[in-house]
Nanobody, 125 residues
Framework: QVQLVESGGGLVQPGGSLRLSCAAS????????MGWFRQAPGKEREFVAA????????EYADSVKGRFTISRDNAENTLFLQMNSLKPEDTAVYYC??????????????????WGQGTQVTVSS
């Protein structure tokens, strides 16, 4: 059974940083692109970032470009999201995801095979 477990969320002040991790178990995803989504209260789940298996190509939503960095450690089957210069509008539940694809893209939820349970990120003073 596939499990994706996120960690690293929490409360941070505007301008601060957090690093999210997603540990995958049950199988390896060496051919799949993986990514992060987020969902704020009352809003739809939205794409944040994606990365291919090798880690050499990534894609970001315009709202996080230049502030967030996605990476992966295939030996440890772990995905990361480094979030810097956080803003109140980044407040959301963040979800790790395994896509159906080898290539990155700004997928919608229909492009995802597996989801994590989510981790809350709150940016507030």
């Amino acid at each position: 059974q596939v499990q994706l477990v996120e960690s690293g969320g929490g409360l941070v002040q505007p301008g601060g940083s957090l690093r999210l991790s997603c540990a995958a178990s049950g199988r390896t995803f060496s051919s799949r692109a993986m990514g992060w989504f987020r969902q704020a209260p009352g809003k739809e789940r939205e794409f944040v970032a994606a990365i291919i298996w090798s880690g050499s190509i990534a894609e970001y939503a315009d709202s996080v470009k230049g502030r967030f960095t996605i990476s992966r450690d295939n030996a440890e089957n772990t995905l990361f999201l480094q979030m810097n210069s956080l803003k109140p509008e980044d407040t959301a539940v963040y979800y790790c995801a395994v896509s159906k694809f080898r290539r990155v893209g700004r997928w919608g939820p229909e492009g995802i095979d597996y989801w994590g349970q989510g981790t809350q990120v709150t940016v507030s003073s």
